[in-house]
């Protein structure tokens, strides 16, 4: 290990120390107050723009998300809080030729396909078996 010591450090000859000096000079004055401005935000119409529009997009797809059912003829059973096909069963009830299909009660029939084993907790949902 060595350590610095200023006494023994040799003299830089005049033209080195000369050098050296022009060169500190040259990044001091170019990186003062040039430097900071350059890092300033120039463009904040830019960026209220930007702003504006992450904002508008969170929006619609809340209210998208969270708005109220449309579709009443079928539902999904999900078994993980996954949107993969492989974690939810499909459930559709028929309707007449002149009637729509309508799902009632969906909590009661996802609990029964719990019950009966069609779905289980965090498990991938195999397809029906066809005959």
């Known amino acids: ?5 200023p006494q023994r450090m040799p003299a830089l000859p005049a033209r080195r120390r000369a050098a050296a ?5 040259e990044l001091v004055a170019t990186s003062s ?4 401005r350059r ?4 463009h904040p119409a ?3 723009a930007a702003m504006a529009v992450i904002m508008l997009g969170t ?12 579709n009443h003829a079928i539902m999904r059973c999900y078994s993980a809080a996954r949107s993969s096909p492989s974690y939810y ?15 009632r009660h969906a909590t009661g029939i996802c609990r ?3 019950k009966e084993g069609f779905l289980t907790l965090g498990a991938k949902v195999r397809p029906p078996s066809r005959p």
């Open 89 to 103: 069963r499909t459930v559709a009830q028929p309707g007449g030729a002149t009637t729509r299909a309508g799902i």
């Open 59 to 70: 929006g619609a797809a809340a209210v998208i998300t969270f708005g109220p059912v449309t």
């Open 33 to 36: 107050v040039s430097g900071r």
């Open 112 to 114: 029964d396909l719990f």
């Open 1 to 5: 290990m060595s350590y610095f010591h």
């Open 21 to 25: 000096r022009r060169q500190l000079e």
């Open 39 to 42: 890092r300033r935000i120039r």
């Open 46 to 48: 830019a960026i209220t």
